[in-house]
Structure formats: structure tokens, C-alpha cells
Nanobody, 122 residues
């Protein structure tokens, strides 16, 4: 099991940027796949970005491609979601999650953080 703690959420105007952080309790390279999800009020949770930690390959939801970047810092056991050109529709609670097997898109994530709120005003 991996304990995950998110930080970095907040309020920003449309067009602005935020960087979310997710600190993992477990040795980073022992977790094959990590991802960011979000859930807006009244909507289902959706995958936003994922990263395969062994090779560093990344993938994104179509709605955030070209605007969001997922990355990792092995030395700090932390990974990030850089969010640029934010839109009001990006407003949601953002969660980081870990999967103990190779990435399979946004499926099969077992360990979750508590979430951090992102609010984008127009």
C-alpha cells in the first residue's frame, strides 16, 4: 500500500497555472504506475494524466492534452501535475493514485490521496 498526499490546489483565473504535488510514502520506483484523476460536483471521476514510472512514458485525457504535464522527481518520491491554460471546466477535486501493476490507462488504481481542490474562475 502507498500513502499519497496531494498539495498545491487553489483558486486561479482562467488562463492561469497551478502545479499539484503528490508525495508518496513508498519508495518511488517500486510503484509501477501513478496517475491524476479529478471529480467535479455532480460528475463522475475521470482520469487526467498517468505516468509509467519505470520508463517515464506519459498519457493524458484528450481534454487536457497540450495543457497539463505529469512528471516525477525520484529523489523526492514525489510526482507533479503542471496545469497551464486552465479553464473553468477544469474546476474539480484532484486526486493522485497509485497502481501496483503496469499502467493500463486509468484502470485499476488501488491507493488514493485525500484530494486537493482546484477552482478556476472565468
Amino acid at each position: 500500500q502507498v500513502q499519497l498526499v496531494e498539495s498545491g490546489g487553489g483558486s486561479v483565473q482562467a488562463g492561469g497555472s497551478l502545479r499539484l504535488s503528490c508525495a508518496a510514502s513508498r519508495y518511488f520506483k517500486s510503484v509501477p504506475c501513478m496517475a491524476w484523476f479529478r471529480q467535479a460536483p455532480g460528475k463522475e471521476r475521470e482520469g487526467v494524466a498517468g505516468i509509467a514510472l519505470s520508463g517515464g512514458s506519459t498519457y493524458y485525457a484528450d481534454s487536457v492534452k497540450g495543457r497539463f504535464t505529469i512528471s516525477q522527481d525520484n529523489a523526492k518520491n514525489t510526482y507533479y501535475l503542471q496545469m497551464d491554460i486552465l479553464k473553468p471546466e477544469d474546476t474539480a477535486m484532484y486526486y493522485c493514485a497509485a497502481r501496483m501493476f503496469s499502467c493500463d490507462g486509468f484502470l485499476g488504481f488501488d491507493d488514493w490521496g485525500q484530494g486537493t481542490q482546484v477552482t478556476v474562475s472565468s
